[in-house]
Structures are given as C-alpha cells and as structure tokens.
C-alpha cells in the first residue's frame, strides 16, 4: 500500500485542526508567559517595566499606540523585543535565552487575530476581528493545489499561509501542516509565493 503523505507527515511537527486558528491569550499565549516571562511580569510575583502578564491586567498593553497592536505584529514592540539580539539592551526574556521559533511564531499568530485575551468571553472590539477572521477567505480563495515536495510525494492541500521560511497547507480532511520551504521542489515553492502574492 501506498503511503504518500507521510514525508509531510512528519515534516510537520504539529498537526492542527482548522478550527483551532482562533488562537487566544489565555489558552495559548498564557502559558508561555509564565514560562519564560512570569517571574519579572506578573502581580504575583514582580512587575518590572509596568507590565504584568496576567489576562486581567494585560488589557492596558494592547491597542493601536501600545506594545501589543491588534492585527498587527511585525510593528507591536513586545514581538520586537523577542526578536532582539539577546546581547541588545532590549531583549526579552531578561537574562536568558530566546524563545523558541515556534513560540515566537505562536505569540505572533495571537497578535494578527486581534489579541484576543478569552475568546469564550470577549470584548467588543475583540468579537469584531474574531467574526471577521472567520469569514475571511483564505489566502488563494480555497483551491486545493497539488503540492510536491524534493522527494517527488505530493499532497492536497490549500494554502493557507505564508511565513519566512514555511508554508501552512490545509487538507481536505482539515488536518494543517506546517511544511518547510525548503522542502518543496522549486515549482512548489514558487506556487507558494505566488498565492502569497509575493
Ligand atoms: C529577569 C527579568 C525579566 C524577565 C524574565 C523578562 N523581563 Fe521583560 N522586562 C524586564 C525589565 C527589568 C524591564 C524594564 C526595562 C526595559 O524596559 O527594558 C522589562 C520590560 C519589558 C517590556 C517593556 C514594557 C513597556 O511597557 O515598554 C516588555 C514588552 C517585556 N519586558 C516583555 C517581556 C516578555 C514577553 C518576557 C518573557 C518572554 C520578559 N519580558 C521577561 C525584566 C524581565
């Protein structure tokens, strides 16, 4: 018997349903807080630079002019600060490593969702980007493309995005995968881009 999606497979560390893209504060940005951040950022502990990371207090940190901005990361100065050198004077977490690329992507994601702190209970504001991330088509209007990767395997899937070097492709079934460019034979790869409009 065949197997053919199984490069793909296990070239993606996560498999995530679809429905799981309505990313929150408190289920998926929360626990990575207190990780990495909870010890200098927290009511309960210390709150260095007047930031505390708990969902209640958090709320004061996001908005157009703050360091968290809605729909928008690559501008909100607290994704910028994970993104530092760790020797710049700026760098967070303090007096450690970076984060994860994984988590660095997953507070990402959260922002350009509308930073949402619980989606079982939002605010206004947040319900708009939360009913619009909803609707909004998906990145190629939802074809599903043949993909291919450099062992010759390919998989159905549609794109749904695009980042600096992974493409997240969505199967039929719903499964998403996040699939390294670099994997991609180079018709694929530039599939990629194109969609992504790039
Ligand atoms: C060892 C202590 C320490 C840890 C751990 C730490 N920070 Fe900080 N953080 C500070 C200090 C001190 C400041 C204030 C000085 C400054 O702004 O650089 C600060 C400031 C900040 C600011 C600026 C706040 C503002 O209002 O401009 C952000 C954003 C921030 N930290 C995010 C984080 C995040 C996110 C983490 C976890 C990934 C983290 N920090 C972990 C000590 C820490």
Redesign the pocket.
């Known amino acids: 018997m065949k197997i053919p999606f199984s490069l793909f497979a296990a070239a993606s560390a996560i498999l995530l349903p679809v429905s799981a893209e309505a990313v929150d504060y408190v289920g998926e940005v929360l626990p990575?807080?207190k990780k990495?951040?909870?010890?200098?950022?927290s009511n309960e502990k210390?709150v260095?630079?007047?930031?505390a990371?708990e969902p209640e207090t958090l709320s004061d940190?996001i908005g157009k002019y703050n360091?968290i901005r809605p729909g928008d990361p690559e501008t909100s100065?607290?994704v910028e600060?994970?993104k530092l050198d760790p020797g710049h004077?700026?760098f967070?977490?303090?007096?450690?490593g970076p984060?994860a690329k994984r988590e660095i992507e997953k507070?990402e994601n959260w922002i350009r969702a509308g930073a949402v702190i619980d989606k079982a209970n939002p605010t206004e504001e947040e319900a708009k980007f939360l009913a619009e991330a909803k609707s909004a088509p998906a990145a190629d209007g939802g074809a599903f493309l043949l993909w291919r990767n450099r062992e010759g395997r390919t998989l159905e899937a549609r794109m749904h995005s695009l980042s600096k070097d992974s493409v997240k492709l969505v199967r039929k079934d719903g499964k998403s995968f996040d699939v390294p460019l670099g994997s991609l034979d180079d018709e694929s790869a530039a599939q990629a881009k194109r969609l992504a409009g790039e």
């Open positions: 990575l807080m990495h951040c909870w010890n200098c950022h210390e260095k630079g007047s930031l990371l940190q360091i100065g607290f600060r994970l004077n700026d967070m977490p303090r007096k450690a984060l507070i």
